[in-house]
C-alpha cells in the first residue's frame, strides 16, 4: 500500500506518525523500506521531504514529519477515503 498526497487542496491524507529517539538511525532504515536513494540521485521511487502536518486528535496544531513523496505516477488507482486502513 502506497500513500500519497492529493494535488487536490480539500483532499487528505491519512497516515501513521511514530516519534523516534534516533531520527538518523529510524530515517537510513525507511530510506531502504522506501527506495530512496538519496537526494539528487535518479531511480528513488520517493523523496523524502520534511512537512509540517496536522495531527487529527491535535486541533489546528501543525508538526514537521518526514515524509515520502512518490516521484512517478501511481499506477492504481485513487483511495477516495484518503485512508489506506479504509480503502
Known sequence: TIMMLSREADRRVRGEVF???DVAWTLRRIDDIEDFEGYGRK?????????????EDDGDAREPAWTY????KPAGARME???????
Open 69 to 72: 513523496l512518490l516521484t512517478r
Open 43 to 55: 531511480g528513488s521511487m520517493y523523496r523524502r521531504a520534511l512537512m509540517r502536518i496536522r495531527i
Open 81 to 87: 477515503s484518503g485512508d489506506w486502513r479504509r480503502k
Open 19 to 21: 516519534r523516534v529517539k
